[in-house]
Structure formats: C-alpha cells, structure tokens
C-alpha cells in the first residue's frame, strides 16, 4: 500500500506540474500590471487585493507564502455571518470543525487534513493549534470563540511543526484582531434575530497621544435555545413515569441556548520613526451558554428501569420509547439520576432517588492578557517577544442516556491556567537570506473537579485532578534567495515535554473507595492520590523549495514533520490503568501552486499532498492485564496515510461581482493496526475524514450612486459523510448536509451607516454535528443536532 500511496502521489505531483507549467506558459508572456510579490501592494481595480500574512515569522504576500493558507478578512467574515470560530470550518478546504458533543464540555471539535483530537481532557494534545494574536491556546476547552473586531483569520494547512509556537500536527487556526492606531473611530452594531437573539458589539479606536493608542472593544450575545426539554412523565400520562415539574407543555427547559458576554482592550505604543513599537491587550468574558443541543437517537440498556417499589424487576425499561419524534427538536433529558434500579451482576440495585441532579449548562469564565515587544535592532535585525497568560474556568453537564433514568450523569468544572513565552531574533543578510531563530515556553496547570454516577458499574465519585503540562522548544527557520524567483527553506525545532496526572477519586461523602467486593467504586480503590507521568523530545523539520515563474504564478514542493504530544490516560478504571503513551507522528509531502490569472480577476491556489501517520493514538476498550477488562486507554496503535488535494478560486469577473469556492479531497488508508484492543479494523477511517468538501459563495454590490450600494451574497458548503468515532459503525456515521445562508447588506454612501438582513440554512435542513456513541457498554447513542434555521436583522453605524 505504500508503494501504491508514493505512486499515487507521484502521478498527481506531475499532474499539478504539467498543470502550473500550462498555467505559466501565457502569463510568462503577459504584462502583469500588479505584482504578485511585496507585502505593501495595493488592491487592484479586479478586486484581488492582497493580503499580509505572518506564517513564516515575517509580513509575506499570502501568494508568496508557500503554505496551503485561508485567509479571510473580517468584511468577509461579517459577510458570511461567521461569528464563531465553529463557523470557520465550513469555506475552508479540508478543514473541520465544529462544538464538541456535550460529553466533552464547552469544547471545540477541531480537524485539519483529517487530523484532529476529538476528546476535550486535557491529558491530550489538540490535533490543531488554535492561536489569538500569535498566543497559542493550549486545549480545545473554552476554544468556541467569538470572532468580535478582527482584522483577519488565517486557517493554515498541514504540519506547523517548525513554525507555530507549539506544535500543530494537523494545522493552526490563527485569530489576529485589529490594532489601535492613529485614526479616531469605532462602531457599533445591534441584531435581532429568531430565538430572541439579541447581539451587541462595538468597538473604538481612541488616540491618547501622537505616540499612544488604545482600541476598546465589546460583544454580548442572548439566543434562546432551541431544543426543547419535555418531562417524559407529563408529556406521556399513565406510562408509569411520574410527571416532574414541567410547566402546562412539559417543557423544564432548553439546549443549544447562547449567553455570551466579552470586552477586550488593545494598547499600543508605537513612537513614529522608533524601533519599539508595543502592544498590550487584556480581555475578559463570560458564557454562561447552555449545552450544546443533544438529541437520543438509540436506547437498549434493559438492565436500567423505573422505579418500582413492590417490585425491583419491574418498572419501565431504558429503550425506544423515550427517543423523540425523528428531525424534532426535542428531549427528554432530565439531568437528574434517582427513581430508578438498575442491575449490576444481575442484582437489582435501587438509586436513590434525587441522588444526583445537575444543570443542563456549560459555562466558561475566561480572561487573558498579553504583550508583545517588537525592536528593531538595526534594518537587517528585529527582535520579538510574545508574553501571554491565559485563565478559563467553567462548568458542564452531561446526561448521556437523555430520558428521566439513569445511566450516565456526569457534572465537572474545568479549569485551565497557561503562561507562554516566545523570542524571536529575525534576520535579513543582503536580502539573500532570510533567518529566524527563536525559542518558545509554555506551562499550564488543569483541574478536572466533579461527579461522576454510572450505576451500571457501580460508580458514583468525585473527582480533582490535577494536570501538569510543561513544553520548551528552540527553532531556526531560514530561506535562502537563490535568485529573484528561486528560494530554499528549511526549518528545525526541537521540542521537550513534560506532563503529570494526579487523580483523585473518592466516595460523594469524601471517603476513600474502601475494595470491598460490590461497594461503590470498589474498583476505584487505590487511585486516589496516584500521578501518571509522561516525559519526551522530538525534532521535526521542513525542507521546501518555491520558484515564481512570473508575477502570476508560484509554485512550491516541501516535506515536513509534526507530531501529537504524548501523555496519560485520563480515565483509568483501576491503579493498574494509569499509563502513558507516546506522541503520534506525521510526516507529509506537499507540492501547491499561487496564480493570480486574467489580469489578477481570477486567483486560483491548490495543493496536493500525502500525509504519512506513525504511532496514531488510538483508544483501546480492552485491558486483559488489568483488573477491569473494559477500559478506555489511549495507546499508539496504527499507522497510517492520507493522499488528499484541496484548491481554492476567487474570481472577480466585473466591477462588483466576486466568487469564491473551494473544493477538497481525502483517501484515509490504514497502514497498520497494532493493537486488536482498539477494536479499529484497517477497513476503518479516521474521525472527520470526509471524501470530498465543496463550498462557494457569490456577491454583488450594486452601486445606487448618491443611493450607496446594495449587496447580496448566498454561500452554500458541503461535505460526504463521515464518521465521529474512529471505531466506524452506522451509529457514529454523520451525513452532512448542504447549508445555504444568505445575506443582503445595504450600506450608505458615506459608509457611516449600513443596515443587513440574513438567513442561516436557509431550507432549514435538520443535521447532526457529532454523536456520542456507547452502544456496547451503555446501549446508548446521542447526536448532537445542527443549528435550524434562523434570520437576523442588523444595523450597524460606523464614527
């Protein structure tokens, strides 16, 4: 099979040459009117303005940079209604992501190529780097950000492994906001939408001194949610279930709602015609949202019934029937345990009743602040500094069986704390060759606080868990002019890491689990109080080539490694479960293409590339030297490779008129499966690996003369189905759908004032974004159910 990918790959890679050379030959003979280099070029009259990006440490045209990049700016985020960083996924190739099932919190789902992490603890590395104004976010908790006054959003593809500040073996999502300046100014913007969605933002850009700037900003964001919570006992009289507390339609409550509140301060001093410049930037906000919307889509689990007090083995059984009408947006999730039995090696035990109860919210409570120092020590040599700390604090909870019984209830408050450290010393010599060498630091300490109930096995716990997480590294990045259009680049970074776990786990009356045979949480018994640890090092390193053949095409070829940090199963099941495993490896050959055709109207890039896995971290569910033998280990168990294309056009054909489309492709190919405990078979994929990702998006602006302009725009994304679990099976199979939004923006003649009306899937298609499914140990799977459709109306002034 490998022999098999290189060839593969082979034939495209010549593909895509003979197809730049085709490119190439009548642009060599064109007069390009623009450039395709320089960072300072302006926006042509076509439309194909450029834009600055920083990937590789310095200010690049982005059809100079020879990385697979999205870049979108702000207008076309606004456009787009892109508000959170979920939102991102859907018009960039290949890419993926999306809020995690509500078993893992506030959390976002984050895939890039097909690589990704899926569980949100924060034992485990992200798969993708997720980074605010260059300070890396060190975990997937909390990451569902608002995207409130940015400048732009760059989606980069493929391993960042000599580049970003912490490894991103899949790729990083970068978030740059705008920066104070000397121009007075603001907005303010309200909307009103279907749910009651009230949404306030606003920003001012204030000039304290010739040589001080400050930019203040602010979001608050109320939508109801949409998914409806129905007392199963009220909506469903004489089934045997007692009615709760709902109101006159059952209702007790609702998912999927937004709270969402955030205010963040720039300051920036920056002396005309000094070498300093400074920004420093605070932030603070509060989500008091609710969980994501959940739906129950499989019950089989008879050992869970009702309470019945003359009869233990009586009582309604856990199945079909609490499993809502198809395609509604409603459940019946209680978030409470209590009233019911459940059997456990064949004896019905009672639990409590009301035992445990918890609140159908997840909430982060985040602040952070940073500074960097930019000095040019001379013209050829600048230093940079990037200081950050970053604290998010929040509460979810999680009712996997979604009825009124009990089978899993789980309620935890996370808290995250990081500082990061990076230095940069970038030089230029005789502009042949450009060098950065740096080093960065990043620490973190997590707490993991909470109950656990699931009466099938016997436990009922609290836990307060402790992560450690320590990183260092040293990088040089370097390209070497060979001449105007032929540059080599290389890069290497050295990385050492360091994580601890100390569990701990005790009775809900704060004893320890005492061992005694058929006791709660006897298996539990001598874990409190462990530490897992895991230590390692990896150099990685990217070696590229790229020639400009004109001022319309660019093209590039590069090899580069990245990798997944190691660490400690989060989730052990007895002291013998605490084990560490080692980072997961990518190596991937890459070769793209940047063309700026028709005059610069039309601007095509693609990419074409073959990602080689070693060492995937795999979850293994089968312990058989342990004294549990189900479990839920991670373990590096397969190998594997991924040969996939992506392209990207932007195409400005008249004055007004803009399109834009992407299309990707993936072939997942298991290698190796060296551990049969995963229960991964090599016929199977991996999470998030869609056959194909298609989106497009159209726009006019009209010009009304003295009138100001009008402007309509429809997008439409897409993507072949997938599967949520790397164990594939028809239960954690997604069929996406096609999602059509639309927006229509009038915008006055003086742009001091413009009113939009939008529509987010617009043929409300009822979908899912993720599942959670336990078929085998808990008979259950729940979905967690797309957004439907919804229309906003917004009014914007601008000073």
């Not at 233990?312 to 499993?323: E, Q, V, Y």
């Not at 080692?582 to 890459?590: D, N, Q, V």
């Not at 009306?757 to 899912?768: E, L, R, S």
Request: hydrophobic share 40%.
């Amino acid at each position: 099979m490998a022999t098999v990918g290189k060839s593969l790959f082979q034939g495209h890679v010549a593909g895509l040459a003979l197809a730049a050379a085709m490119i190439a030959a009548p642009v060599l003979a064109q007069e390009a009117a623009t450039p395709g280099q320089g960072a300072d070029q302006p926006a042509d009259p076509a439309g194909s303005a450029d834009i600055i990006v920083t990937a590789q440490f310095r200010a690049q045209n982005l059809q100079d940079t020879p990385i697979a990049i999205t870049a979108v700016s702000a207008d076309t985020l606004a456009a787009r209604s892109q508000t959170s960083v979920t939102d991102l996924g859907q018009f960039a190739p290949n890419v993926a992501l999306a809020p995690a099932t509500s078993i893992q919190g506030n959390a976002v789902a984050a895939f890039i190529r097909g690589v990704g992490q899926l569980d949100a603890s924060f034992a485990l590395e992200p798969g993708v780097g997720i980074y605010v104004d260059d300070i890396y976010y060190g975990t997937t908790f909390g990451a569902v950000m608002d995207l409130t006054d940015l400048e732009r959003v760059e989606v980069l593809r493929g391993p960042q492994g000599t580049l970003a500040g912490k490894n991103s073996v899949g790729g990083a999502v970068k978030l740059f906001s705008k920066k104070p300046d000397s121009t007075p100014g603001g907005f303010i913007e309200a909307t009103y939408g279907r749910f009651d969605r009230i949404e306030l933002r606003g920003s001012a850009n204030i000039p304290l001194t010739d040589d001080l700037f400050l930019r203040v900003s602010g979001v608050s964001k109320n939508v109801d949610g949409y998914m409806t919570l129905l007392d199963y006992g009220c909506a469903n009289p004489g089934s045997g279930i007692t009615a709760g507390s709902g109101n006159k339609n059952c209702k007790t409550g609702t998912e999927g709602g937004v709270d969402v509140m955030g205010l963040r301060a720039a300051l920036r001093y920056a002396p005309a015609g000094s070498p300093l410049e400074i920004n420093i930037v605070g932030d603070v906000s509060k989500d008091k949202s609710e969980v994501v919307a959940t739906k129950l889509l499989y019950a089989n689990n008879a050992s869970v019934r009702s309470y019945d007090a003359s009869d233990a083995t009586a009582g309604i059984p856990f199945d079909s029937r609490f499993i809502t009408e198809a395609k509604s947006y409603t459940s019946y999730a209680s978030y409470a345990t209590g009233g019911n039995y459940t059997t456990v090696f064949g004896i019905p035990t009672q639990i409590a009743p009301g035992g445990f109860s918890a609140s159908p919210t997840s909430t982060v409570k985040a602040w952070g602040l940073a500074g960097t120092i930019d000095y040019d020590l001379s013209d050829s040599l600048k230093l940079k500094s990037i200081t950050g700390w970053r604290e998010a604090h929040g509460t979810s909870a999680i009712d996997v069986d979604g009825s009124p019984l009990a089978i899993l209830l789980q309620q935890f408050t996370y808290g995250h704390e990081q500082f990061t450290q990076e230095l940069r010393l970038s030089a230029n010599f005789n502009d042949l060759v450009d060098l950065t060498i740096g080093g960065f630091y990043y620490k973190a300490t997590d707490t993991i606080q909470g109950r656990s109930q699931i009466p099938t096995l016997l436990f009922d716990f609290l836990s307060d868990d402790v992560i450690k997480n320590r990183s260092a590294s040293a990088f040089v990045h370097g390209e070497y002019h060979v001449t105007d259009a032929f540059n080599i680049i290389g890069g290497l970074r050295y990385t050492d890491d360091k994580k601890t776990y100390r569990y701990s786990r005790r009775n809900v009356d704060g004893s320890l689990p005492s061992g005694a045979f058929f006791t709660p949480n006897f298996l539990l018994a001598g874990l409190d109080g462990l530490t897992g640890a895991f230590k390692g090092n990896r150099l990685d390193y990217r070696l590229g080539v790229n020639y400009r053949w004109s001022d319309a095409l660019m093209t590039y070829a590069q090899m580069s490694t990245g990798f997944k940090g190691g660490g400690i199963n989060p989730r052990p099941s007895a002291p013998d479960q605490v084990l560490s495993f080692g980072p997961e490896k990518l190596t991937t050959y890459e070769a793209g293409f940047k063309a700026d055709l028709l005059g610069r109207m039309l601007r095509l890039n693609g990419a074409v590339f073959l990602n080689k896995y070693k060492d995937m971290q795999l979850v293994r569910y089968q312990c058989p030297d342990s004294v549990v033998l189900s479990c839920s280990v991670p373990s590096n168990a397969g190998d594997a490779q991924v040969f996939g294309w992506e392209a990207e056009a932007q195409f400005h054909p008249a004055d007004g008129l803009s399109i834009d489309a992407s299309v990707g492709y993936l072939d997942f190919d298991y290698q190796k499966i060296s551990n049969a405990a995963t229960l991964v078979t090599k016929d199977m994929i991996a999470p998030f690996i869609s056959k194909w990702q298609l989106s497009a998006g159209i726009q006019y602006e009209a010009d009304l003369g003295d009138g100001g302009t009008l402007t309509p725009r429809i997008d439409w994304s897409w993507r072949t189905d997938y599967y949520y679990n790397a164990i594939n099976n028809p239960y954690n199979r997604i069929d996406a759908p096609s999602l059509v939004n639309a927006r229509l923006t009038y915008q006055a003649a003086d742009k001091g004032w413009s009113l939009s009306a939008g529509v987010t899937n617009i043929f409300d298609k009822f979908y899912y974004t993720g599942v959670a499914e336990n078929v085998g140990t808990f008979g259950v799977v729940t979905g967690t159910v797309g957004r439907p459709r919804e229309w906003t109306a917004t009014v914007r002034k601008s000073f």
